[in-house]
């Protein structure tokens, strides 16, 4: 849908600015009209770099859909008109990106579309999750309990992974700052040592001539190692876009020390948080294993779960898969299993989900302290090569006057 830019005197005469979204510039200045703006000049910015930028550097988060979803649920709750109320949040929302998009919902939901097929168009923002759960609040009637209900479990989520990432920037910064030290002293430092070592005529150790080799490499053929770099990250990023690449690394995150068994706790705290979602919203159960097996974000918690729904569709237990991975703890079997046998297995999957998320955050708050240890040992085998390889020459110069 069009943006556009207006300079208008807002009801007090204020002169303001900013965007607007509609289908032309007559219903974008209507609507500036219709609340009670008077239009100095209004400008059609949907192509301009201007607006490229902005959509570049504030992509759609899940913050925003937090937003978007509580403000919609409190317009629905309040008996306003879906399309209303719809249009209402478009106005209220900063997001440029998620301005236009609500836009054309409430243009396409005015026109006769349910809302979850309008939203199911934009499968990049709105997920099979999001549209499904949607979809059954329509058919049940209770559309605004259950975008409130999104709106929670998606900051929970958001609220999670924003912890990792927090927990993250001590190891991230200790190892970066590592990186660049290091550098400096291969391209400053060592080349200047590397000239009194070598007048001295002496035999230099193996670890010293190392040091040496890479700080000339660095030093010489640079652009080489910028090469390397970068072809290294692309290298990995085409590897995990791949299916079988993406499979092992998938299956290399949860043997990995420490962040394996974090890795672990936040898929299943995905898993059964989505699921009961969807069993709570009245999808049924094979439906709501294909749509989570998408949702969980990873490849060998995928394959499990799809095998799930197989068997589900067979008409075996849900748990019946999970007994038998290796990569699902012992009690998530079982205690679906008493959920299954006494008809409460959504009750049972909010449970699991409250046990591992408190396990979560227990790791996260001792995650710094579980790291030090690594961050030590490569810090000290770092530190001790420099030594060696610096310190041991300069000695063997002193023992020879």
Do not use: C
């Amino acid at each position: 849908m069009p943006i556009f830019r207006y300079k208008a005197f807002d009801y007090q005469g204020n002169k303001t600015q900013g965007l607007i979204s509609g289908f032309n510039k007559n219903a974008a200045a209507e609507n500036l009209n219709n609340r009670g703006f008077e239009i100095i000049s209004i400008e059609d910015k949907t192509d301009s770099w201007e607006l490229k930028l902005l959509v570049l550097i504030n992509p759609i988060k899940i913050k925003d859909l937090v937003v978007f979803s509580r403000q919609f649920s409190v317009m629905i709750s309040a008996n306003l008109a879906l399309v209303q109320s719809l249009k209402i949040v478009a106005e209220q929302t900063e997001n440029i990106a998620l301005k236009s998009i609500i836009s054309e919902i409430a243009y396409e939901v005015d026109g006769g579309a349910s809302l979850s097929s309008a939203l199911a168009k934009r499968s990049k923002i709105f997920t099979d999750f999001y549209v499904n759960v949607v979809k059954s609040g329509e058919t049940s009637g209770k559309l605004d309990d259950v975008l409130n209900y999104l709106a929670d479990e998606m900051e929970k989520d958001y609220d999670m992974m924003s912890r990792i990432k927090g927990a993250m920037i001590y190891p991230a910064f200790v190892l970066t700052g590592l990186v660049v030290v290091g550098t400096i002293m291969m391209v400053v430092v060592v080349p200047k040592l590397t000239e009194i070592l070598q007048e001295t005529g002496s035999e230099l150790p193996f670890s010293t001539k190392i040091v040496i080799g890479v700080s000339d490499f660095l030093i010489s053929y640079w652009i080489i190692a910028v090469i390397l770099v970068v072809g290294m990250v692309l290298g990995v990023r085409v590897l995990i876009s791949s299916p079988a690449g993406k499979r092992w690394i998938d299956s290399l995150k949860l043997k990995l020390p420490v962040f394996g068994k974090l890795f672990q706790y936040i898929y299943m705290v995905r898993f059964t948080r989505s699921m009961k979602t969807l069993i709570a919203g009245g999808v049924n159960i094979t439906k709501a294993l294909s749509i989570v097996s998408e949702v969980v974000g990873n490849e060998a918690y995928r394959s499990i779960i799809e095998e799930s729904a197989k068997e589900v569709q067979e008409g075996n237990t849900l748990s019946s898969v999970f007994e038998h991975s290796s990569q699902v703890p012992r009690m998530v079997p079982q205690m679906i299993n008493v959920g299954e046998r006494t008809g409460k297995l959504e009750l049972v999957l909010e449970k699991i989900t409250d046990f591992y998320a408190r396990e979560i955050n227990n790791i996260l708050s001792n995650l710094v302290t579980l790291l030090e240890p690594i961050i030590m040992i490569v810090m000290g085998v770092a530190v001790g090569i420099m030594v060696a390889a610096v310190i041991m020459p300069m000695y063997n110069m002193a023992n020879q006057f």
